[in-house]
């Protein structure tokens, strides 16, 4: 079942469903997967460890879509472990984030603290902006945040140039 933590739809993974993709795995696990069979192309993404060996897997919007799937239906998720996955970043830094950083020496700092995987997702997002306001809003959010101001970016709430770590509840029943 599509269960719900903040704004984030995810599916659990038992302890014993992640030791069959990969046995052992500690961190973030990277995966492919489809909802009810779609996308055609399967959705890479890593699953989010809760510490006891079972995972989350957060469902992107645009796999929900495809799957036409909502919080709460009941789905099959098909998973596998993405062999072809390699850490850090896939998409450039672009130079007006990378100059800014260069200016700003405490977001540069907190910037280079960040887990591979959280530049990653930023560097991905900021590659899909596509008009110079949204770059510029969207660069002044990261710099206040990276800097050690208070706030949202990326869905996520941040305090002193990091994420605050809001834990996933897990929904049984």
Request: charged share 25%; proline share 7%; hydrophobic share 40%.
């Amino acid at each position: 079942m599509v269960l719900l933590v903040g704004i984030n739809p995810y599916v659990p993974v038992t302890a014993a469903q992640a030791a069959k993709l990969k046995q052992h795995w500690r961190g973030p696990m990277p995966v492919r997967y489809r909802i009810d069979g779609r996308p055609r192309t399967p959705w890479r993404i890593n699953m989010m460890p809760y510490g006891d060996g079972s995972f989350c897997l957060y469902l992107h919007a645009a796999a929900r879509a495809a799957a036409e799937t909502q919080v709460g239906d009941e789905i099959e998720v098909e998973l596998t472990f993405d062999d072809a996955y390699h850490a850090g970043p896939v998409d450039p830094m672009p130079a007006w984030f990378e100059d800014a950083l260069s200016l700003d020496r405490a977001a540069g700092e907190a910037w280079e603290a960040l887990t591979p995987s959280l530049q990653k997702e930023i560097l991905r997002y900021f590659a899909r902006l596509k008009s110079p306001q949204a770059q510029e809003r969207n660069l002044h959010k990261a710099l206040h945040v990276l800097a050690g101001g208070e706030g949202r970016f990326l869905a996520r709430d941040w305090r002193a140039g990091r994420v605050v770590q809001a834990r996933a509840r897990r929904q049984t029943g």
